[in-house]
């Protein structure tokens, strides 16, 4: 049984840093790529940032320039840097794992961002 532990949420000050990690439990073989989603309160589940196994990344326009993702894929790790934070980042982040045979997520960790 595959299980995806996120750790980093918390709260922050706006203009503050936060660094999310998400690991698997077991090693996932035939990886295609891993990301993180966002969800705000009465909103529905959102791409911020994914990346290929073979590190190809991809970014939703609010996480361009401030959010940096990365892989390592031998042990199924996936880290979100996230830098410049603003109040409206303030969301429940999930990781998501895909591989060819199906899709994995975490079980969340909120990030706030508020003085």
């Known amino acids: 049984q595959v299980q995806l532990v996120e750790s980093g949420g918390g709260l922050v000050q706006p203009g503050g840093s936060l660094r999310l990690s998400c690991a698997a439990s077991?090693?996932?073989?035939?990886?295609?790529?891993m990301g993180w989603y966002c969800q705000a309160p009465g909103k529905q589940r959102e791409l911020v940032a994914d990346?290929?196994?073979?590190?190809?990344?991809n970014y939703a326009d609010s996480a361009k320039g401030r959010f940096t993702i990365s892989i390592v894929s031998a042990n199924t790790t996936v880290y979100l840097q996230m830098n410049s934070l603003k109040p409206e980042d303030t969301a429940v982040y999930y990781c998501?794992?895909?591989?060819?045979?199906?899709?994995?997520w975490g079980q969340g960790t909120q990030v706030t961002v508020s003085s």
């Open positions: 990346i290929t196994a073979s590190g190809s990344t």
């Open positions: 998501k794992v895909t591989s060819s045979l199906r899709d994995y």
């Open positions: 077991v090693r996932i073989f035939s990886l295609r790529r």
